[in-house]
């Protein structure tokens, strides 16, 4: 069995799931390829085998030798329906029209050396009652007589995000996966819950949880904060602190201040004390304190 689609394996839907008359069978005569159309598409969330309702028109068919296929779609939640594709000659593609569907979608495509009927499975509400009309019609073909191929998608609402921040520039992401930077619009979100972060070197990264609409278009607006420490500057006498040669105050004094390493200048308001410099390192959501006195006559500062 081939198929042409690449499809991700969905929770609930993965092949070793699926009952064995509903696999590819071991010895087949028959080598089938299988290909949704029109392809599907490519959504913010980075999942594979997606579809606007009403969801694929057709899956193209192609054996390497003269079969007779039949489609069965089964969806989430509903009832089987069989799709008769005829009679495929050798080589040549054959497409199956595909009923409409919703949610996750299997479709087994049966293909045989003779025709098999299996309208039996119409209306049918579990794999196992769709794998047991397949058996029973495949009895009667000869060792290696058919194979099955299975094709998964799934049909739901799309939405759209427009996400700005409070720094231009800053990266986008849905559910992990890279969208671009803002300011930015991520159409074709699939409907549901869906996690936007947006982050920058520098700030703190603003994660939320959002519940995307069908056909609707949602503004996010991410505040970005820098990330910093905090150095706290006490003396037992008045002082001026400068902060890289900025000017931030007297003492007592708090700041909030981007981590690394800093000039920290205190600068005894009184004649006769020196000003003390220290190289001062600031780390993130710490708090730094620089403490000064005047010791015999001479004014000291410390960091601890």
Known sequence: ?????????????????????????????????TQLTP????VATGEGGMYRSPGPAALRVRSDRAASVTAVVVPQGGRARVVPGGTVQAGVVTSVPLPASQGFTQVFTVASVRPLDLTAAEGARSLDAV??????AA??????????TTTVYRVTGLGTLQVSASVPGAAVRVNGRLAGTTPLTVPDVPEGPVTVEVSRAGFMTVS???????????GISAV?????????????VPARVLIGGQDAGLTPLEVRVRPG????NVVPLAEGLRTETLLVRVRVSKQTVVACQVTGGEFLCSVD
């Open 1 to 33: 069995m081939k198929t042409l689609l690449p499809v991700m394996l969905l929770s609930g839907l993965l092949v070793g799931c699926v009952p064995a008359p509903l696999r590819s069978q071991p010895g087949s005569q028959l080598v089938l390829e």
């Open 39 to 42: 392809p599907p598409l490519t």
């Open 131 to 136: 794998a047991r009309v397949v058996e029973t």
């Open 139 to 148: 009895a009667t073909l000869p060792a290696g007589g058919y194979t099955v």
């Open 208 to 218: 939320q949880r959002f519940n995307v609409q069908a056909d609707t278009v949602a």
């Open 224 to 236: 970005l904060r820098p990330i910093t420490g905090s150095l706290k500057v006490d003396s037992d």
């Open 261 to 264: 390493t800093v000039n920290v």
